[in-house]
């Protein structure tokens, strides 16, 4: 099973920049879907962004849809969330997860949290109004 391994959380002015970055040790990365959530204290974890095993096809939360960027580089094990123009109500503990290659893939599977195997630690993003 893969382990995965977040950073790049930290403090940021609305309307700030963050890149959160996944490493991921274990496993043949391009074998996995990724996905990153969120969870904020007293809220149900949530579906933020997902990139397909290529990275040709990416897949975004409503409310972070031209504000976030997905991406992988799969010689270097390791998924990305670039965050843009950063809300307050982004702030959460921000969670990287894998999903290994079965079906069915629909976008239902892709946006749940419990159709994914393996997750990190979570990193925490803070974002001052």
């Known amino acids: 099973q893969v382990q995965l391994v977040e950073s790049g959380g930290g403090l940021v002015q609305a309307g700030g920049s963050l890149r959160l970055s996944c490493a991921a040790s274990?496993?043949?990365?391009?074998?996995?879907?990724m996905g990153w959530f969120r969870q904020a204290p007293g809220k149900e974890r949530e579906f933020v962004a997902v990139?397909?095993?290529?990275?040709?096809?990416?897949y975004y939360q409503d409310s972070v849809k031209g504000r976030f960027i997905v991406s992988r580089d799969n010689a270097k094990n390791t998924v990305y969330l670039q965050m843009n123009n950063l809300k307050p109500e982004d702030a959460a503990e921000y969670y990287c997860?894998?999903?290994?290659?079965?079906?069915?893939?629909?976008?239902?599977?892709?946006?749940?949290?419990?159709?994914?195997?393996?997750w990190g630690q979570g990193t925490q993003v803070t974002v001052s109004s």
């Open positions: 990139i397909s095993f290529s990275g040709r096809n990416t």
């Open positions: 997860a894998a999903r290994t290659r079965r079906p069915p893939m629909s976008v239902a599977t892709m946006t749940t949290p419990l159709s994914f195997d393996s």
């Open positions: 274990g496993g043949t990365f391009s074998n996995y879907l």
